[in-house]
């Protein structure tokens, strides 16, 4: 069975702080996604990174995947009330009865104060 | 392009009831699958459908929970007897096809209240 240790469980910030999410698994994954999720809707589809040592930014979020595909990052840049919700990691499995699954890590609820 | 849809949004039953969740995938995608999401912790997949068939069940407590998607489109998951730790939100993603590039799509959830 694949695990994601997901971190910080909980963020409580001011606006323009900086922060850091991690995903930290024992596992190989194929790819790693991130998904921010509000009350009450389903998970949205922020970024997949695909190779070792990949770099994506969305305008102030940079999500780093790991060398080894093992292990993930999202920083947020001079966060805003707006980036309020719950963030998700996911690994996407790469082989054998894993193939294409998707594995969550346990979330981290962020919030940020005006 | 329509969502995923889900119903009912809210369910609140007593233990050892019955209930059913609905869900309609985005027209087209031949994979849906049923997730459960505890508070505080992330979506678990219970059961994956390619079209009409079962892909993984692996985590479906099969002596309680049922799923079907008869005619490879939209598909209820059930529960009976319901307990206490199934209160949950009832996830529904669909995507394309299966497989690791191919993103799913999520509805919005049921939530579950188990008295």
């Known amino acids: 069975t694949q695990l994601l240790e997901q971190s910080p469980q909980f963020l409580s910030i001011q606006e323009g702080e900086n922060l850091t999410v991690y995903c930290n698994s024992s596992s190989v994954f194929s790819s790693l996604q991130w998904y921010r999720q509000e009350p009450g809707e389903g998970p949205v589809l922020l970024v997949t990174?695909?190779?070792?040592?990949e770099v994506k930014k969305l305008k102030r979020l940079t999500f780093q995947f790991g060398d080894a595909r093992k292990d993930s990052s999202l920083h947020i840049t001079a966060a805003q009330p707006g980036d309020t919700g719950l963030y998700l990691c996911a690994g996407v499995g790469a082989g054998g009865t894993s193939y294409g699954k998707l594995t969550f890590g346990q979330g981290t609820i962020l919030t940020v104060h005006p | 392009e329509a969502g995923v849809a889900q119903s009912p949004r809210y369910k609140i039953i007593e233990k050892r009831q019955s209930v059913a969740f609905w869900c309609n995938p985005i027209?087209?995608?031949?994979?849906l699958y049923w997730y459960q999401q505890i508070l505080g912790q992330g979506p678990k997949l219970l059961i994956q459908?390619?079209?009409?068939?079962?892909?993984?069940d692996s985590q479906l407590p099969k002596d309680r929970f049922s799923a079907e998607r008869l005619k490879g489109v939209d598909s209820t998951l059930k529960i009976q007897p319901a307990k206490l730790e199934d209160s949950a939100v009832y996830l529904c993603?669909?995507?394309?096809?299966?497989?690791?590039?191919?993103?799913?799509?999520f509805g919005p959830g049921t939530r579950l209240t188990v008295l």
């Open positions: 459908f390619q079209n009409n068939g079962v892909v993984d």
């Open positions: 990174v695909v190779t070792g040592g």
């Open positions: 993603a669909s995507s394309l096809l299966a497989g690791p590039y191919n993103e799913q799509f």
């Open positions: 027209s087209g995608h031949a994979t």
